[in-house]
């Protein structure tokens, strides 16, 4: 019969075996931390090896042409970040990145852009606005933009190549797009001021005669700066600007003596082929260097090289002709003239040109 004795000597027994069995535990888990911080640790490397991995880095940014600023875009590190979680994972393969890749990085952010920019259609009226372009082949291009407050679509673009681009055609797309957001969402048609688009605007109107039709602004006052260029004297006076600042531009030597000598590093500056805008940037700049290029033409560096018989006859021509119209008093009087009168127009043109609602601002301010 089992007696009080024998009941705590197997109650001790069995104590003892759960300590024991409690410290094999312990030793066990201890054993998987050191484990744990081995593994951890292994990983890591070494200075020298740290090294060798920026350089590679560094290598890859410099044969690729990347900006210094990619590593610290938070799309890089977002996917760097994640990526090194699988240790044997590799890069996508190029054919990835061109097709089925881009084609769902596409679809994600035009769903994000339509969420945002369309969601709340009540209160968030749109603007249809239309712009023609040629591509690199020469093929005529019409973008369909989509605008609304939160920002701007380029919802789709239509090739023009066997179209006569006339109103009515563009009328068609501009009602296409109409009708896929709804009509009461749609507040206004935009698009520049060719006669082909104000016709347009009319048909769209009288067919939703709720939606405004306004020319673009910025291409108008570019517009309005064209025709001022227009003037004789105006455009006699660019013309020689120009044709001067292509002649110092395009040598070398006078170049590299304008630059290194006479601007401080200041660069004089070549419009663009497409806005006129950038003809009063080129005639501002040179008025502001006007100091400098006289000096230049004076010195004996410039005297030396424009006068040296061994260059081509033309070449010394056009030098001496850059001379005479960077020293005549009356040119400059013109520049002046033409940039003052140029300049609220100008600014105005700098405000509307933008993403930014200026337009308000621009009739409340005249």
């Known amino acids: 019969m089992e007696t009080p004795a024998h009941r705590k000597e197997g109650s001790n027994k069995h104590i003892k075996g759960c300590q024991r069995a409690s410290e094999r535990f312990k030793h066990a888990a201890t054993s998987t931390q050191r484990r744990s911080v081995q593994l951890s640790i292994k990983p890591m490397m070494d200075a020298a090896q ?8 560094s ?3 410099a044969v690729m042409g990347l900006p210094f600023r990619t590593f610290k875009h938070p799309a890089f590190e977002e996917a760097y970040r994640f990526s090194s979680q699988f240790p044997g994972y590799k890069l996508p393969s190029e054919k990835r990145l061109r097709t089925t890749l881009l084609d769902a990085n596409y679809e994600t952010v035009r769903e994000e852009t339509e969420k945002k920019m369309f969601d709340h259609m009540v209160w968030n009226k749109i603007t249809i606005s239309c712009d023609g372009w040629t ?10 933009l989509h605008i609304s407050r939160y920002g701007e679509l380029a919802h789709r673009h239509v090739d023009g190549s066997n179209e006569t681009k006339s109103a009515v055609w563009i009328a068609e797309h501009i009602t296409k797009d109409i009708e896929e957001r709804g009509p009461p969402n749609v507040l206004q048609f935009v698009a520049d001021n060719a006669s082909a688009n104000i016709l347009a605007g009319k048909l769209v109107r009288e067919r939703y005669p709720h939606i ?12 309005l700066m064209e025709d ?8 006699e006076v660019i013309n ?3 044709k001067f600042i292509k002649f110092i531009k395009n040598h070398h030597m006078t170049n590299a003596m304008f630059l290194d000598f006479f601007s401080n590093g200041a660069t004089l500056l070549k419009p663009a082929a497409t806005r006129f805008a950038t003809n009063v940037i080129m005639l501002d700049r040179a008025w502001t260097l006007s100091s400098s290029l006289r000096r230049m033409v004076i ?4 005297i030396s090289w424009a006068n040296d018989s061994q260059r081509p006859p033309q070449t010394r021509t056009d030098a001496r002709e850059a001379n005479e119209t960077i020293l005549d008093e009356r040119f400059w009087d013109k520049v002046h003239d033409i940039v003052m009168m140029m300049e ?4 105005v043109l700098r405000q509307i040109d933008s993403h930014k609602d200026f337009l308000g601002r621009v009739f409340w301010e005249s």
């Open 344 to 347: 609220k127009i100008f600014v």
């Open 135 to 144: 591509n690199r082949n020469g093929r005529p291009q019409m973008n369909m």
């Open 50 to 57: 740290r090294e060798k991995v920026d350089k590679l880095w």
């Open 212 to 223: 405004i039709f306004g020319g673009c602004v910025a291409h108008g006052l570019d517009l």
């Open 299 to 302: 010195s004996d560096r410039w």
């Open 228 to 235: 001022i260029g227009k003037l004789p004297w105006v455009k």
């Open 240 to 242: 020689d600007c120009k």
């Open 59 to 61: 290598m890859a940014q």
